[in-house]
Structures are given as C-alpha cells and as structure tokens.
C-alpha cells in the first residue's frame, strides 16, 4: 500500500486516524498503530512481516544485554553482533547479488544466487535499529522494556517504507506519553496535504517527461531534450521524496508525533556541502554521527587527510544505501570528490563570482549527478553522455518546444516551490497586511481541502504510481 493511493487515502488512513483518536488511553492507541503498521506493511507481501518481527525481537534482546554489561567487553561484543545481524538481513535481500555477481566476474566463477524480492524499506528501519543499538551502547538512552513499545518505534507506517529515519531518542518520550491538539492535528492535515499534492501533481507529472525523454533510444535525442531529461529527473525527485516526507510528518503529527524534518529546500543551496545539509536530512545526520565522526575522531592525528578519508568512506556509503550498483557507487563519490574540491579552492573562488554564480553551479552539479542516479546500465550511461557532449547532436527539435509550450505553466510552477519564495511571500502579505490568524487558518483549510481534492481527483485516473525511494 503506498500513500498516494485512493485505497490508502479514502479507506485505510482514515479509518485508522478514527479509531486510534476515540481509543481511551494510550495502551490501546499504541496498539491501534502497531496493527494498523503491521497491516499496512503486510499489505502487498505479508511474507516480509515475519523479518520486520523478528528483527524487532532480536534487537529488543541485544539492546537488554548491551546495557545489561554496559561497565563490560560483553556490550561491545553484543553491540557488533546486534549490528552485524541487522545488516545481514539488508546484505542478503539488497545487496547479495550484486556482491556475487562482482566476486564472479573477479574470478571468472559462475556462483548462482536465488533472486529474491528486496523488503520493502529494509534500508531504512535497518538504519533505525542500528541507531537504537548505538545510542543504547553510548549511554544517550535507556533500553526499552516493553516489546510492543520498540516495534511501535520500528513499524510505524507513517515512516517505515521511506523514512524520515526516526531515532528513538526523538520519540522516546512520545511514545510513553503523548497528546494532540487541534493546532497538531491542522498543522498535520496542512503538511499531509502538500505533500500529496507535490506527489500527484510535481513528481508524477515530471516522471511522464522523464519517461518521454529517457526511457526511449537515446541516440535519437537531441542535447535540449537531454538536459531537460535531467531536470525533470531532479523536479520529480525532490517532490516525490520531500511529498512523502511531508506526508510521513503530518501523519504523525495527527497522532502526537514529531518526527524530524528532512528537506529543507536544497535546490536552494549554494555549495554542495550545504546541499546535503538540506537534502535527506535524516540520512545524513545519521551517517554522519555514526559514520563519519566516528571514522575521523580515530584518525584525527591524520589531520586534514582523515577529513578526506572520512568523506570518501561516508558517501560510498551513502551511494551504495541508494542501490545495489557501482553508478549509486559513483554517483556518492562524485559528491564526496565536489566537497573536498569546495574545501580545497572552489567555494573561495564562487565567493569572489558572487551568490550567483554559487547557486548556479549548485544546480548544474547536482543536475549533472543525476546521469549516474538515473542510468544503472553503464552502456546507457554512456551513450547518454557520448549524445550530451559528442558535438554532433542536433540541439533541439520540433517536438521539445511543443512539449515544453504544454507544460509551460506547470514548469514554472514546479520551478517556484523548489525555492522558499513562497512562504517568503506569504510572510510578507501577513505581516504587512496585519492579517489575523483565524483568516489564515480559514484560508489555509480552504487551500488544504482544493490540493486534496486535485489530487484523488488526479489519482483517479492513474494506475499504481509508488513512491521513487521505495526501491532504495
């Protein structure tokens, strides 16, 4: 079941905000969300609730016996084997093909391994158990004694398949004890809202011209419809991500959770550092305070070298998260080379060029990533590049100016909200009008209700259109 679809929307996610909100207390809330987290993970492959359970279990024991022997070498040892358990599991389903199929072509062996379907979300609740386990180890936190109050943390739907990465720290306490207001439940509606509208009507419409630009013979294409390939690539995958994001947040918090944000308009940034201060928050706070730090915190007597080191490590970590393939491999390592370039010489030069010449590059660098995100083929790769920057390709023709006449207005309105300049807008209106808060909420419902409506209205008529980060 994934979030932009009428099954979820007009049945599923409804019924389940009713009957936790008129539960009486919390035990029966609590177990309100883990059957309905159980049935909307087991939706589509009941098969994979059996891992998610008994990950949960096995965790829920390691992090009792880590604290248990906390002044002991037993922690330790039990903190790897917890670790090394949990990324196992996501070794096998995601990753156990590709490792094979690179150990063949070394050896020239012809070792078989069975294709089996990868859980969904396993990247991101395997990410979840392991910070559990870490700060468990680290003292930040107590372990918890109640199973049902762990794999609530782990199964909640709101986040399971895609994220945000949730640590227990954040939502410790709101699972124990927790309340909703009316203002909760308006902002939620508000950010749910949003979030199904970029979905519906930004990502899967930029995902029609990708398909239109991309997913055909790509020696027939010209260098416009190339580039606006990419483009469209970075449009629907900003919306998509941050639309379920967003709708991941509203969700929980209709029901008393604050789940930590995740996009921050990252197209708006002026280095690549800062693009990923504000792209996949959650992932990149989590590798970097259980990656990165502690990879340059051993090396610190390397001085600038275990800086680099680290980089290197972290974002071939993070390129390889993405997918089982050597171009999500590249695709890290390009942004760990383009940082270290920025600390080196580029972001003084950028500076002295002017905001600028930084936003501009930015965007052209995070575009031009997309080649290794979007082709896992390399020969595709290739030939895409080999059409960009042979010389001979014919610039534009006929049919990508009456494709981008078509859609003109919704490019410039998909081209708006990758940018904070509406909110600044509204902002401005409130404060130099005076306009009082009832009228802005009265407005904000009235929008809400309209981009709700577009999209089921939209949904209608489309078939199952999941989410881009469910692969991953």
């Given at each position: ?42 939706w589509g492959e ?107 943390f782990i199964s ?64 027939t294409l010209t ?250």
């Amino acid at each position: 079941m994934v979030f932009a679809s009428l099954t979820f929307l007009l049945v599923f996610f409804p019924i389940s905000l009713l009957v936790y909100l008129i539960c009486p207390n919390l035990a029966l809330k609590n177990f309100v969300l883990i059957v309905s987290s159980i049935i909307f993970y087991s939706w589509g492959e009941p098969v994979w609730i059996f891992l998610l359970l008994l990950t949960t279990i096995m965790d829920f024991q390691m992090a009792k016996l880590i604290e248990k022997y906390i002044d002991h070498s037993k922690s330790k040892l039990y903190l790897y084997i917890s670790i090394a358990l949990s990324l196992g599991a996501l070794i096998f389903f995601k990753y156990g093909i590709f490792i094979v199929e690179n150990f063949n072509f070394i050896t020239g062996l012809n070792i078989q391994y069975p294709k089996l379907d990868m859980p969904i979300g396993i990247s991101f609740y395997t990410f979840q158990s392991i910070s559990y386990m870490v700060d468990v180890y680290n003292g930040k936190v107590k372990s918890e004694r109640s199973y049902s109050k762990y794999l609530l943390f782990i199964s909640l739907f709101h986040q399971l398949i895609a994220g945000p990465i949730v640590r227990y720290t954040d939502i410790a306490k709101e699972i124990s004890s927790r309340s909703v207001t009316w203002s909760d439940i308006s902002y939620g509606v508000d950010r749910f809202a949003k979030g199904l509208f970029k979905k519906v009507f930004f990502a899967n419409t930029a995902a029609l011209l990708v398909g239109s630009c991309l997913d055909r013979d790509l020696t027939t294409l010209t260098i416009v419809e190339g580039v606006l390939g990419l483009i469209m690539f970075a449009i629907q995958l900003y919306y998509d991500f941050s639309g379920y994001s967003d709708m991941a947040i509203g969700m929980g918090r209709m029901i008393g959770f604050t789940y930590c944000e995740n996009f921050n308009y990252p197209y708006a940034s002026k280095s690549i550092k800062e693009f990923w201060s504000r792209w996949h928050i959650s992932l990149g706070t989590f590798l970097k305070d259980y990656l990165f730090n502690p990879i340059a915190f051993k090396r610190k007597k390397w001085g600038k070298f275990a800086i680099i080191y680290s980089l290197l490590i972290t974002f071939f970590v993070s390129g390889l998260w993405h997918g089982a393939s050597w171009n999500f491999v590249f695709w890290g390592l390009y942004f760990a080379l383009l940082i270290i370039l920025e600390e080196w010489f580029l972001n003084r030069i950028l500076q002295k060029l002017g905001t600028w010449a930084q936003h501009l590059y930015l965007i052209l660098a995070v575009v031009f990533s997309y080649t290794f995100f979007y082709f896992v083929d390399f020969s595709k790769m290739k030939t895409f590049l080999g059409v960009l920057f042979n010389g001979n390709t014919p610039f534009y023709n006929a049919e990508i100016i009456t494709e981008l006449l078509n859609h003109g207005i919704w490019l410039l309105f998909a081209v708006f909200f990758l940018f904070p300049w509406g909110d600044q807008i509204v902002k401005y209106f409130i404060k130099l009008f005076k306009i009082n808060s009832s009228f802005v909420f009265a407005v904000k419902s009235l929008i809400n209700l309209s981009l709700i409506c577009i999209a089921i209205s939209l949904l209608v008529a489309k078939s199952y259109n999941p989410f881009l980060y469910f692969r991953f």
